[in-house]
Nanobody, 119 residues
Framework: QVQLVESGGGLVQAGGSLRLSCAVS????????VGWFRQAPGKEREFVSR????????YYSDSVKGRFTISKDNAKTTVYLQMNSLKPEDTAVYSC????????????WGQGTQVTVSS
């Protein structure tokens, strides 16, 4: 089992910044990568970013590239998502998830944290 707990969400004005954290615990050695996803009201969940534990390789959706930065702290087994230049359309529940392999089939999810960007 892998447990993930997000934190850092909140209300921010457009143009502002937030940093989300995803604390990973349990059988962390079975986690190949951690991804961030978001879901806005009435919309499907969408991929935001991903980082691989061992290589540190990162991936971003086009909608956040250049504004968001994903990073990790191996010692703390925590993944961060620094979100800058936030826009109202970034408003969503952000969740992190763990994938055990390169297939990116995420099998463990956190409970999510709300991010609201006001215009």
């Amino acid at each position: 089992q892998v447990q993930l707990v997000e934190s850092g969400g909140g209300l921010v004005q457009a143009g502002g910044s937030l940093r989300l954290s995803c604390a990973v615990s349990g059988r962390t050695f079975s986690s190949y990568a951690v991804g961030w996803f978001r879901q806005a009201p009435g919309k499907e969940r969408e991929f935001v970013s991903r980082i691989n534990w061992s290589s540190g390789n990162t991936y971003y959706s086009d909608s956040v590239k250049g504004r968001f930065t994903i990073s990790k702290d191996n010692a703390k087994t925590t993944v961060y998502l620094q979100m800058n230049s936030l826009k109202p359309e970034d408003t969503a529940v952000y969740s992190c998830a763990s994938s055990p392999s390169v297939t990116m089939l995420y099998n463990y999810w956190g409970q999510g944290t709300q991010v609201t960007v006001s215009s």
